[in-house]
């Protein structure tokens, strides 16, 4: 049935021992951040249950919380209206970790853990690269926030963490060094801050693919977290994080129609299947909606997905060649590669698993919603 999510299993497997050969070789804890896949069986490759991992939601915290996963950090601030789903997370992951980034936050947090019969692990979240959230390594805010943490009667304050997602801006591997040397220092630097204020930090943790791959010393954090390298996109093979051929996640389509005067060919790929996420379009080659390989995953140089409808997708060619009916033909079967598979891979209940034979060896779940 197309269309549908495939996942090639030698390159998963391929990509994620390369970011464990870097955590290892600097001797760092590797904290993989499971929201591009969210898929249990899929973590037993990168993250196997008793190693720490990030989520990007309660609904893979509460997942992997049951599959024995026991120190699970949620990397996104969370909301008052989520506190009631803290208890239940906790009695099965004792090191389920929430993060703050602001005075407001924590003061929510420590009243609330005065409710809470077990300890609650927090970790402050900090600013190196303007980009998103955070607090900044020099403010008092962030002083007065790891005291207030570190204080409270029910409270583990672990310590700080930070994402340089200004990576992603990064088309250079000089900007992707310069950007991981900074995301480093600039964590460092609150890491010292507090230290001097009389707070210690467990954990100093940071990292986004790019900046986890720019082949640095990553001085001055002991714990990397990155995700989307375990797929990796045709994001990141434009920033040359990876090469195409790299991509472990592609969508499996069906040649539906042609429009021959405009040289399209109509695939049963629209948004839906694909997502409309249009990330490589500041880069310097646009990928539209992705980029087409055969149904064996061989790429078709210039074909990309230039136009999407909700279940309609419309391929054509860079130079406007005519499609050869022999790949292209009604009825045939194609692969797209993601822009972003973060993004893909949320249209999608499940994977069918790609084994070194080419056929599909498994079917692997995944954790929708919130
Ligand atoms: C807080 C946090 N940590 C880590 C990551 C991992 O980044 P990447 O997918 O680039 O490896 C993300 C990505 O969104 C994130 O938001």
Redesign the pocket.
Known sequence: MTPACLLDLAKFRQNCQRMKDVADSEKMTLRP?V??LKSLQAAEYYAPASGPI?V?TLAEAATFASAGYTDILY??GLSPNKFGQLAAIQSLAPNFTVIADSQAAVNALVDYASELELPLSVMLEVDVDDHRAGLLPESPELVACARALSAAANIHFRGI?T?A?A??DCDTKAAQQAMGQQECERIAKAATNLLQAGVTCELVSA????T?LADIEHTGINEL?????ATFDCVMAGLGVCETTDIALSVLTSVIGHQGDKNWVIVDAGWMALSRDQGTASQQQDCGYGLVCDEHGKLLDGWYVSATNQEHGIISHRDNLTPPESVFGYGRLLRILPIHA?ATAAQYSKYHVIGDDGNITAIWSRVNGW
């Open positions: 951040h929201k591009t990030t990007s990397a996104v963490m994402h997602g990576s992603y990292g986004s693919t790019p986890a977290r990155a995700g989307v390298y973060c």
